[in-house]
């Protein structure tokens, strides 16, 4: 099973955001959408789930999205967006609630207690959400995706974790906790696409990469292959060495402790 994007192409006025994208993911791995700043990411991961228009196909496990509905969707795969800002005072447990909800698993009420424990808010349940630090309330929003899709393959049919920046408020040990997440997600046959800014943490989770640039996938492969000298520097339009300490005493750090849990 898999994602497949066709020919995604995204206009905004007379401009292209993304120009004729093609674009995979499979089921049972972790697949890092990265590039610059303007290059496209969270305007494909958008087209990808069907929440703006675009032109193209996208298929999900073999199923055209566009005739899909919503709430069948809904069971298939959940959507963690860069911030979830909230207009009225919910608590933890109501915002985690939300996803159990919309997903397939509303009867199992146990569920956001078990969600909050995996991303390490027990006993947040009572607190509101608007009281939270952005770092709390992007693990408070990863635990209402989880809700929403808790197993990662149901009834042979792999479900989807769809993440957008999911570790750009977090300190370093609760990035890795939340990669580690994903990845266990990915092992257990879900699929997982993330778009990421941190190229380190892409290189130490991610199975497959697309680099974009300017609205077009320079690279797509392992990230051994994507992430080079020569395609990083071309990316970003700065001259970028990889796996090369400073050649100065300034600290370089690379956690040892990460991987897949």
């Avoid at 999911?166 to 879900?190: K, T």
């Avoid at 080079?228 to 600290?251: F, K, M």
Wanted: charged share 20%.
């Amino acid at each position: 099973m898999s994602l497949d994007a066709r020919q995604i192409t995204v206009r905004r006025g007379r401009r292209d955001v993304l120009s004729r994208v093609d674009f995979s993911a499979r089921a049972g791995a972790l697949t890092a959408i990265v590039g610059p700043n303007g290059s496209g990411k969270t305007t494909l991961l958008r087209a990808l789930v069907g929440e703006i228009p675009a032109q193209g196909q996208v298929y999900l496990n073999g199923a055209d999205i566009t005739a899909a509905k919503p709430w069948t969707l809904a069971t298939r795969r959940g959507v963690l967006p860069q911030a979830a800002a909230l207009a009225f005072p919910f608590s933890v447990i109501e915002v985690v609630t939300m996803g159990l909800e919309a997903g397939r698993h509303a009867a199992r009420r146990t569920l956001p207690a078990q969600a909050l424990q995996r991303v390490g808010l027990r006993g947040y349940e009572d607190r509101y959400y608007q009281e939270l630090s952005g770092g709390e309330q992007q693990r408070v929003q990863l635990a209402r995706v989880l809700c929403q899709v808790w197993e990662p393959v149901c009834d042979g049919v792999p479900s989807w974790l769809f993440l957008d920046e999911p570790v750009s408020s977090l300190d370093i040990g609760h990035q890795l906790s939340i990669m580690q997440i994903a990845a266990d997600y990915a092992a257990r046959g879900g699929g997982v696409i993330a778009v990421m800014h941190d190229l380190n943490l892409t290189a130490m989770f991610a199975d497959t990469v697309a680099l974009l640039k300017d609205g077009a996938v320079q690279a797509h492969g392992a990230p051994q292959a994507v992430l080079t000298d020569h395609n990083l520097s071309l990316a970003y339009d700065c001259p970028l060495r990889v796996n090369t300490a400073p050649p100065t005493d300034t600290p370089f750090l690379l956690p040892h402790a990460a991987g897949h849990a």
